[in-house]
């Protein structure tokens, strides 16, 4: 699943390639993608004549902001949008089509039919964005606040990572990355853990989420940014998917274990658990 790092490049691309761009016509092949006040009917209707303002981002969404209208949308596992020829054939995985005035399409392309576009009308757009929950971002973290929203939770630290009302953002791959940097083991009962745990955590979620966001961030299997383009954070992983492989700082055999029902990725010797 895309995460934030991947989701901004995702941003800075269509930023750079449809910013300004006329609606002309739209076609929606699978109905399940797009929520709307007035369903699919209502989504036809109203995108032709929108031009896209911004595209901004909260946590893991995009927020597209057109001339009347905006949207809440959500890459989900394989989501990715495509600004490609309106002559260019349509694959049996795009679905849901923007006609541009410019002779091009703005294309949501989808594998597994996960993502969601949620239109809503601008003046309830910050309800809507309110009503996701979102806790900060891992820039805006602080030790305070960490160890305030961790006192109470008996979960394991993983478990509350990837938990998008505490952290934004932050999805299975970089929690691995984040408490292997922070060497926390990650079934580590939240409440349990240490004032200068709590500070790696902090520190480590916001070194690692910016140096992935400035390579692009991670390819994996199947993510591409705007362009096309693999990211490179995975060059860079030290835990995620590395099983078996030597941990760069004792060269003990990352393991891997069911947290929170996920996959995770941990060096025995320098991730242990305590209390």
């Known amino acids: 699943m895309p995460e934030l790092p991947e989701v901004e490049t995702v941003r800075r691309g269509l930023e750079k390639l449809v910013i300004g761009k006329e609606v002309k016509s739209v076609t929606v092949l699978w109905d399940n993608i797009v929520q709307a006040p ?7 209707h109203r995108m032709p004549g929108q031009s896209l303002l911004s595209v901004e981002r909260i946590g893991k969404f995009l927020i597209f902001n057109w001339t009347d209208v905006a949207w809440i949308a959500h890459l989900r596992m394989e989501g990715k949008y495509l600004y490609v020829p309106t002559t260019e054939s349509v694959d049996a995985y795009s679905h849901v ?28 757009l910050e309800q809507a964005i309110n009503a996701l929950n979102l806790g900060p971002e891992p820039k805006d973290l602080t030790t305070v606040y960490l160890k305030g929203k961790l006192e109470k ?19 299975n791959i970089y929690a691995d990355e984040v408490l292997y ?14 004032d200068p745990e709590i500070q790696a955590i902090v520190d480590a979620s916001q070194a690692i989420i910016g140096h992935a966001v400035e390579v692009g961030g991670t390819t994996i299997r199947s993510y591409t940014n705007a362009f096309g383009e693999n990211g490179h954070y995975q ?29 995770s990725h941990f060096c025995p010797n320098c991730q242990k658990v305590h209390g």
């Not at 923007?98 to 003046?123: A, E, P, Q, S, W």
């Not at 939770?153 to 932050?170: E, F, H, N, W, Y």
């Not at 940097?181 to 240490?194: F, G, I, M, R, Y």
């Not at 060059?235 to 393991?255: F, N, V």
């Open 38 to 44: 007035g369903g699919v009917a209502d989504f036809v």
């Open 235 to 263: 060059q860079y992983l030290q835990a995620y998917g590395r099983t078996g492989k030597p941990c760069a700082r004792c060269g003990t055999p990352i393991e891997k274990i069911s947290v929170s029902q996920r996959g």
């Open 153 to 171: 939770r008996k979960r394991p630290i993983k478990g509350v990572l990837l938990d998008q009302s505490v952290i934004a953002g932050i999805g």
């Open 181 to 194: 940097a922070a060497k926390v083991h990650p079934e580590q009962a939240a409440n349990t853990l240490t």
């Open 97 to 124: 089509i923007l006609h541009l005035t410019d002779g091009y399409d703005l294309r949501y392309r989808d594998v597994r039919k996960f993502g969601r576009i949620h239109m809503v009308d601008k003046n309830q």
